[in-house]
């Protein structure tokens, strides 16, 4: 799916907000264009430094998303982050970050540092960049504590890192919001490239259990004393016990494994219905697009018309110098070189 191009990321990037759905949605975009990691990280970078203070932490948030989201597609960028975050602190630092700044800025560090995004050594590079003291070991407990007290201590950290990972506080252009999820741990929605698409409504079109007539029929024609527990005081003798036990054996089988097919086909389905919501939601966002591309160029589009048509009168209305009249027309010839300097005799 293309789409990507450097203006069109500077658009998004100034109609980034700190919401959530605003920063999922521009990270999976940015995601789902991960084979330009290269080029969005420096325009990231170049950006952070313009945008104003109140919207850096934005930025921030946004590189996070990615950095999470993009693990299980690939490493391109969460190495290509960790090659200039420690530059993107220090400018957070110099540009006097308050206390909540520094708060959001600092819980960011110690979620990439639990669940391992980066190494020890990156993360005190980044603590030093942002002028943070780096973590201190845990204290030991006390031996003189209860049960009730070492269970307290147990679960608090527990209730905190819950609290913290699902709800931050920012101040955005002087309002201070509210905002759920600083980063999921899985992608909210993870496009699929069309062929991968194409490839499951395959997979599911040669996987119609449900439409299978001739087991339907098979299972329809089977006999009633196969299902009713009632009609077994009708069996009188050895040899009807065994033929409606190998009766009941048969139809035990076909139905199971009728049963795990329409479960497949379940499963598959619900897969489907994914995978065509993310796309199209993808090809929603890349209609919007596409139609203001249109809108401007057809307004591009318009200016050169005019100025062609400008252009067309304004030659008319010139000289034409082809047609000048010949100003030499009853002129005696000028004399040549050698006339000039004829000896007389």
Same mark, same amino acid.
């Not at 203070?53 to 996070?64: E, G, P, R, V």
């Not at 690939?74 to 090659?83: A, H, L, S, T």
């Not at 980063?183 to 040669?206: F, N």
């Not at 100003?327 to 005696?332: A, D, R």
């Given at each position: ?7 069109a ?12 759905q605003?920063?999922q ?10 084979k330009h ?7 990231w ?17 946004l ?14 960028f ?23 700044m520094?708060s ?37 407990r ?30 955005v252009?002087g309002?201070v919001e ?14 699929? #490239?069309? $062929?991968?698409?194409? +490839?499951?409504?395959?997979? /599911?079109?040669?996987? =119609?259990?449900?439409?299978? %007539?001739?087991?339907?029929?098979k299972v329809?024609?089977l ?5 009713d ?6 069996i009188q ?20 494994d ?5 479960a497949? #086909?379940? $499963?598959?389905?619900? +897969?489907v219905?994914?995978? /065509?919501?993310d796309? =199209?939601?993808?090809?929603? %966002? ?60």
């Amino acid at each position: 799916m293309s789409g990507f191009t450097e203006s069109a990321f500077l658009k998004k990037l100034a109609e980034c907000n700190n919401s959530t759905q605003s920063i999922q949605t521009l990270s999976f975009w940015l995601i789902h264009h991960r084979k330009h990691h290269v080029q969005i990280v420096k325009t990231w970078y170049k950006e952070l430094h313009k945008v104003k203070d109140t919207k850096k932490l934005t930025f921030m948030y946004l590189a996070n998303d990615v950095i999470q989201n993009s693990r299980k597609k690939g490493p391109e960028f969460g190495k290509e982050f960790g090659v200039i975050l420690a530059k993107a602190f220090e400018h957070l630092s110099s540009i006097g970050y308050d206390e909540k700044m520094k708060s959001s800025l600092s819980r960011l560090l110690a979620i990439w540092d639990e669940r391992g995004i980066y190494d020890e050594l990156q993360l005190t590079e980044f603590k030093q960049a942002l002028l943070l003291p780096p973590k201190k070991p845990p204290l030991k407990r006390a031996k003189t504590d209860n049960h009730e007290n070492a269970k307290k201590h147990k679960a608090s950290p527990n209730r905190e890192r819950k609290k913290s990972e699902t709800e931050v506080t920012v101040e955005v252009d002087g309002t201070v919001e509210t905002h759920v999820h600083l980063s999921p741990r899985t992608p909210a929605t993870d496009p699929p #490239e069309p $062929e991968e698409l194409v +490839k499951a409504l395959q997979e /599911l079109e040669g996987n =119609l259990a449900s439409a299978d %007539e001739v087991v339907r029929q098979k299972v329809s024609q089977l006999p009633r004393s196969v299902s009713d527990i009632t009609l077994l005081d009708e069996i009188q003798d050895r040899n009807s016990a065994d033929k409606l036990n190998a009766q009941v054996n048969d139809a035990v089988k076909l139905i199971s494994d009728y049963n795990d097919r329409l479960a497949k #086909e379940v $499963e598959l389905r619900k +897969k489907v219905t994914v995978m /065509l919501g993310d796309f =199209l939601q993808v090809q929603k %966002e890349l209609l919007s697009q596409a139609e203001q591309a249109l809108e401007e160029y057809q307004d591009r589009l318009q200016k050169v018309f005019a100025v062609r048509q400008e252009l067309r009168t304004h030659i008319r209305n010139l000289p034409d110098l082809t047609r000048l009249p010949d100003v030499t027309h009853g002129l005696s010839p000028l004399p040549s070189a050698g006339d000039l300097f004829k000896i007389p005799n």
